[in-house]
C-alpha cells in the first residue's frame, strides 16, 4: 500500500475499529511511562510470548473501520468530522467509518452509548472494512484493573468474530496530559501484551511519544476542550497513524526461524 497526500474526500458512518501487534518499543518492564522508546518507528511485536504480525496489506482505496472513545469521535475539533479518524481516509485514499463514542471504554459505558463489547456487538458485520482500528481506552483508568484484561479479550474476541477476515490494529492510550499517569501507562502495557499475544500490530502514541511538552500545547486542548486533541492535534494524530499504517505495510515477513522472507514471493 502506498499512502499519498490526500486527493479525495472521506466518507464517514458508524462502526468499528480493531487491533494489531505490539512496536518495537514494547513496553513490557517499563516503570516510567514518560522512558524513551527502543525504537522511533513501530515494528512487529517483541514482547514475550508475542507473535510476529504479518505486514498489512490494505490495497488501493481501502475502507477502514474506525473504533474508539471521544479522541476518534472527534472531541474538541471545530466540527466531530475533523477529528483524526475522519481525517484519516484522505490520507490512505480510501474511506474511514468512523464510531466514537465520549465515555466509552472496555469496562466503562460512556456518554452516548455502552462499552465497547455492547458496542462491538451492535456492529454490522456488512461492513466488510479492509482493516479496523479500535483505539483506547483512557476512559478505563478509574475502573476496577483486575477487569481490564477479561473485557479486553472479551471485545476483542467479539471483534474477531464478526470480522473473521479482518486485519485488526490497536491503537493504545494517547496522552492527554503530561507527565503521563502511571493507570494511562499500566492501560497501554497491557494492550500492547494482549495485541502482540494474537499477532497484532500496536500502535503506542505513549511509547512512541507522540505527544510531549514540547508539542503539547498544539496538539492538546487544555481550555474548553478539556484536553482533547485541537484541530491541529486530530492533524498531527491522522499524520502519525496513516504513518504507522505505512510501516505496518512495509514491515518484512519473518519466518519461524527468524529469517526475513521476500513478501513478493
Same mark, same amino acid.
Given at each position: 500500500?502506498?499512502?499519498?497526500?490526500?486527493?479525495?474526500?472521506?466518507?464517514?458512518?458508524?462502526?468499528?475499529?480493531?487491533?494489531?501487534?505490539?512496536?518495537?518499543?514494547?513496553?513490557?518492564?517499563?516503570?516510567?511511562?514518560?522512558?524513551?522508546?527502543?525504537?522511533?518507528?513501530?515494528?512487529?511485536?517483541?514482547?514475550? *510470548?508475542?507473535?510476529?504480525?504479518?505486514?498489512?496489506?490494505?490495497?488501493?482505496?481501502?475502507?477502514?473501520?474506525?473504533?474508539?472513545?471521544?479522541?476518534?469521535?472527534?472531541?474538541?475539533?471545530?466540527?466531530?468530522?475533523?477529528?483524526?479518524?475522519?481525517?484519516?481516509?484522505?490520507?490512505?485514499?480510501?474511506?474511514?467509518?468512523?464510531?466514537?463514542?465520549?465515555? *466509552?471504554?472496555?469496562?466503562?459505558?460512556?456518554?452516548?452509548?455502552?462499552?465497547?463489547?455492547?458496542?462491538?456487538?451492535?456492529?454490522?458485520?456488512?461492513?466488510?472494512?479492509?482493516?479496523?482500528?479500535?483505539?483506547?481506552?483512557?476512559?478505563?483508568?478509574?475502573?476496577?484493573?483486575?477487569?481490564?484484561?477479561?473485557?479486553?479479550?472479551?471485545?476483542?474476541?467479539?471483534?474477531?468474530?464478526?470480522?473473521?477476515?479482518?486485519?485488526?490494529?490497536v491503537?493504545?492510550?494517547?496522552?492527554?496530559?503530561?507527565?503521563?499517569?502511571?493507570?494511562?501507562?499500566?492501560i497501554?502495557?497491557?494492550?500492547?501484551?494482549?495485541?502482540? *499475544?494474537?499477532g497484532?500490530?500496536?500502535?503506542?502514541?505513549?511509547?512512541?511519544?507522540?505527544?510531549?511538552e514540547?508539542?503539547?500545547?498544539?496538539?492538546?486542548?487544555?481550555?474548553?476542550?478539556?484536553?482533547?486533541?485541537?484541530?491541529?492535534?486530530?492533524?498531527?494524530?491522522?499524520?502519525?497513524?496513516?504513518?504507522?499504517?505505512q510501516?505496518? *505495510?512495509?514491515?518484512?515477513?519473518?519466518?519461524?526461524?527468524?529469517?526475513?522472507?521476500?513478501?513478493?514471493?
Open positions: 500500500m502506498t499512502l499519498h497526500p490526500p486527493t479525495r474526500r472521506r466518507r464517514a458512518a458508524l462502526a468499528v475499529v480493531g487491533a494489531l501487534t505490539v512496536v518495537a518499543g514494547a513496553v513490557l518492564g517499563i516503570t516510567r511511562p514518560w522512558m524513551p522508546p527502543v525504537e522511533t518507528a513501530p515494528v512487529a511485536a517483541a514482547v514475550d *510470548s508475542g507473535i510476529a504480525p504479518i505486514p498489512l496489506a490494505l490495497g488501493e482505496h481501502p475502507t477502514v473501520l474506525v473504533f474508539g472513545d471521544s479522541w476518534t469521535y472527534g472531541s474538541a475539533a471545530t466540527e466531530p468530522t475533523l477529528g483524526y479518524a475522519y481525517l484519516l481516509a484522505d490520507l490512505i485514499q480510501g474511506e474511514t467509518v468512523v464510531d466514537g463514542v465520549r465515555g *466509552s471504554g472496555y469496562q466503562k459505558p460512556g456518554v452516548d452509548g455502552p462499552t465497547y463489547g455492547e458496542r462491538i456487538a451492535a456492529l454490522d458485520a456488512d461492513i466488510n472494512p479492509d482493516a479496523v482500528i479500535i483505539e483506547g481506552s483512557i476512559n478505563d483508568r478509574r475502573e476496577d484493573p483486575a477487569g481490564f484484561v477479561p473485557a479486553v479479550n472479551a471485545a476483542w474476541d467479539a471483534l474477531t468474530t464478526k470480522f473473521p477476515e479482518t486485519p485488526i490494529i491503537m493504545g492510550p494517547a496522552p492527554h496530559e503530561l507527565p503521563v499517569g502511571a493507570t494511562t501507562a499500566r497501554d502495557r497491557d494492550l500492547a501484551t494482549l495485541a502482540a *499475544s494474537r497484532w500490530w500496536y500502535i503506542s502514541p505513549v511509547q512512541d511519544r507522540w505527544i510531549t514540547a508539542n503539547y500545547l498544539d496538539v492538546i486542548d487544555v481550555g474548553a476542550g478539556r484536553k482533547h486533541p485541537t484541530d491541529a492535534g486530530h492533524r498531527f494524530l491522522a499524520e502519525k497513524v496513516s504513518d504507522a499504517l510501516q505496518f *505495510s512495509d514491515a518484512p515477513v519473518t519466518a519461524a526461524d527468524g529469517t526475513r522472507l521476500d513478501p513478493a514471493k
